[in-house]
Nanobody
Framework: QVQLVESGGGFVQPGGSLRLSCVAP????????MGWYRQAPGKQHELVAT?????????ADSVKGRFTISRDNANAKNTVYLQMNSLKPEDTAVYYC?????????WGQGTQVTVSS
């Protein structure tokens, strides 16, 4: 079974930073978008940021100017990062990596981000 490997979640105080990583194995072919979604308790799953193979990005309005998505395709491993700065308590959620191919979506297992004083 193909698995995405996420890392980088944790606990941080308001105003702090975290960097999430997600590695997609080389066995996944036809990738055209990689990105992140999140789900907070009692709320719907929402898009955080995505990046196409061509470098086009899409951000949720709530994270624009604070979060930055990037990708690295070196060494036959597709990796997507989410640099999160100026974190707010409302950013608390489980963050999920998504890899979109021409045939299906792949999802990570989720990583918890908690922002609290």
């Amino acid at each position: 079974q193909v698995q995405l490997v996420e890392s980088g979640g944790g606990f941080v105080q308001p105003g702090g930073s975290l960097r999430l990583s997600c590695v997609a194995p080389g066995s996944i072919v036809g990738i055209y978008v990689m990105g992140w979604y999140r789900q907070a308790p009692g709320k719907q799953h929402e898009l955080v940021a995505t990046m196409t193979n061509g470098g086009n990005t899409n951000y949720a309005d709530s994270v624009k100017g604070r979060f930055t998505i990037s990708r690295d395709n070196a060494n036959a491993k597709n990796t997507v990062y989410l640099q999160m700065n100026s974190l707010k308590p409302e950013d608390t959620a489980v963050y999920y990596c998504i890899v979109r191919t021409s045939s299906r979506d792949y999802w990570g297992q989720g990583t918890q981000v908690t922002v609290s004083s």
